[in-house]
């Protein structure tokens, strides 16, 4: 089993910059592709961002909405991969979770087979 715990979410400005973290363990961490997802009330979960696993490299991929102001990124010394948020908007507000498999195809579907409980981003305006 892979537990995932994510963290560093809160209440920032419109402009401003939040890095949300996702800390990893049970299977080796650098098999596994990583994603996150974003959940705004009364909408569906929404892809946001991946990094492929030890079969994948060190590839990248972003939704188009958040493309140039988000980044995802990995330290395997501490199993944890983050999504530094610049440049935040008020639509960026939702739960963000954070998704592992060691398909990058099905993480980025929102079918990997683990997933994180969940953290809030709230941008105000």
């Known amino acids: 089993q892979v537990q995932l715990v994510e963290s560093g979410g809160g209440l920032v400005q419109a402009g401003g910059s939040l890095r949300l973290s996702c800390a990893a363990s049970g299977r080796t961490f650098s098999s596994n592709a990583m994603a996150w997802f974003r959940q705004a009330p009364g909408k569906e979960r929404d892809f946001v961002a991946a990094n492929g696993g030890l079969w994948e490299g060190a590839r990248t991929y972003y939704a188009d909405s958040v493309k140039g102001r988000f980044t995802i990124s990995r330290d395997n010394t501490k199993n944890t991969v983050y999504l530094q948020m610049n440049s935040l908007k008020p639509e960026d507000t939702a739960v963000y979770y954070c998704?592992?498999?060691?398909?990058?195809?099905?993480?980025?579907?929102?079918?990997?087979?683990?997933w994180g409980q969940g953290t809030q981003v709230t941008v105000s305006s």
């Open positions: 998704a592992a498999d060691r398909s990058l195809g099905t993480v980025v579907a929102g079918t990997g087979a683990y």
